[in-house]
């Protein structure tokens, strides 16, 4: 068993770990850190649970500790769930020692800190040796994308692979639960939509052609098509929906798209990961799917799940379609431990 522990473990994402990681048979929870609002006290007693299962048995009497290097213990990985600005003060500390397995996103375009996404470039792990060379750490850091982001690269992947993509339009419908549960008054998005959702658009045009890019010579160099995103808040709970539109160099047969989707399969689903899904990318026919109550929780929220794959009649060489991922599963939690499962197995 390797020791882990959860940075941010009172939060939302924070949560999502700590039920992932409660039945993982390679991970033994043996930290919860928070702010010193919660540190000294039972997790049981700080947390507000907020996810529709019971806090496991197990951590309810576990103290919670200071996000500090020397406060952590025995452990050997550690999942971050912090806020941007904290992580990127105290990320840095933990690596000198530990390994960093983060979702937030404060490290991510860091030049020497992976950002990876296991079945799309798992080959920027090579990173790693450059960025404990270069910092002088033990340990080191590992991202994973933004919750968008992960879900349109991994539907994106297999169509990269077979076709010159020329340009990418997306319109993101984003659940609540991804500006945490403080972030989005009821009064403001119930009965409504948000328009806007802060460094998101950026994030989404910005990750997504690094993920897609070359690792070459300790470098990445982003792939080179055009990426634009318009980004909502709806009143979901869980579950991001997204509505793609692209735009290939040449003419295409849709069937192919829809089996290069299908057929897609990554490093993960060889080497069996335990939290790796069957099919990264689900393609549904019926015309009213992918919807997020329905299809986000697809092989444990783990897989991307496609719907209304067509053509686009309006442009030449262009389809379109939507997607649906679980942005706090496949999108947050899930994403940094398939990640250290990855991790764990070729290091
Ligand atoms: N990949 C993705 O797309 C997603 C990423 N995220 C990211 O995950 C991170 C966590 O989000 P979320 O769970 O919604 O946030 P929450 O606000 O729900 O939780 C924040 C956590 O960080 C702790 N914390 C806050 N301030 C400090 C501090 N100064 N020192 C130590 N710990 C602190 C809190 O502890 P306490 O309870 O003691 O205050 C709590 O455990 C963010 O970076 C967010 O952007 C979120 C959703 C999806
Ligand atoms: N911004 C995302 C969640 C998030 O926190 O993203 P990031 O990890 O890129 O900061 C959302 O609101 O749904």
């Known amino acids: ?19 992932m990681i409660d039945k993982h048979p390679e991970f033994e929870l043996t930290t919860l850190a928070a702010s010193s609002r919660s540190a000294g006290k039972p997790y049981g007693e700080v947390a507000n649970w907020y996810l529709d299962c019971e806090m496991p048995e197990s951590v309810k009497d576990m103290e919670v500790v200071e996000t500090d290097p020397s406060s952590v213990g025995d452990v050997d990985i550690l999942f971050s769930a912090l806020p941007a600005g904290v992580a990127r003060k105290v990320e840095p500390e933990f690596a000198e020692k530990y390994i960093v397995a983060s979702n ?14 296991p079945e799309v470039n798992p080959e920027f792990l090579d990173l790693i040796e ?6 002088g750490w033990d340990g080191f850091i590992v991202t994973n994308p933004n919750c968008s982001t992960i ?12 076709y010159n ?9 984003q659940a609540v639960s991804g500006a945490g549960y403080n972030g989005v008054p009821s009064m403001a998005i119930l009965d409504n939509l948000v328009p806007f959702i802060g460094g998101e658009e950026e994030k989404i045009e910005t990750e997504t052609l690094h993920l897609l890019g070359e690792l ?6 982003p792939a080179s098509f055009g990426v634009s995103a318009s980004c909502h808040r709806v009143p979901v709970v869980d579950g991001h929906t997204e509505a793609v539109f692209i735009e290939l160099d040449d003419d295409f047969e849709i069937d192919d798209v829809r089996e290069a989707m299908d057929k897609f399969r990554g490093l993960p689903q060889k080497l069996g990961l335990h939290s790796a899904p069957e099919k990264p990318v689900v393609v549904r026919d019926e015309e009213n799917r992918p919807q997020p109550r329905m299809d986000r929780d697809r092989d444990g ?30 999108g947050a939690a899930g994403a940094s431990i398939l990640n250290a499962e990855l991790i764990n197995e070729i290091l």
């Open 151 to 162: 879900a349109l690269t991994l539907t994106l992947k297999p169509i990269y692979d077979a």
């Open 1 to 19: 068993m390797v020791n882990v522990g959860v940075l941010g473990a009172t939060g939302m994402v924070g949560q999502r770990f700590i039920q």
């Open 216 to 221: 070459d010579d300790g470098v990445v160099k």
């Open 130 to 135: 450059v960025q404990q060379r270069k910092r």
């Open 301 to 330: 929220g783990m897989a991307v799940t496609v719907g209304r794959l067509r053509k686009d009649a309006a442009f030449e060489n262009s389809l379109r379609y939507v997607l649906v991922g679980h942005n706090t599963v496949r």
């Open 104 to 117: 937030a996103s404060a490290m991510r375009m860091e030049p020497d800190v992976p950002l990876v996404i």
């Open 165 to 173: 993509i020329k340009r990418v339009y997306v319109s993101t419908m």
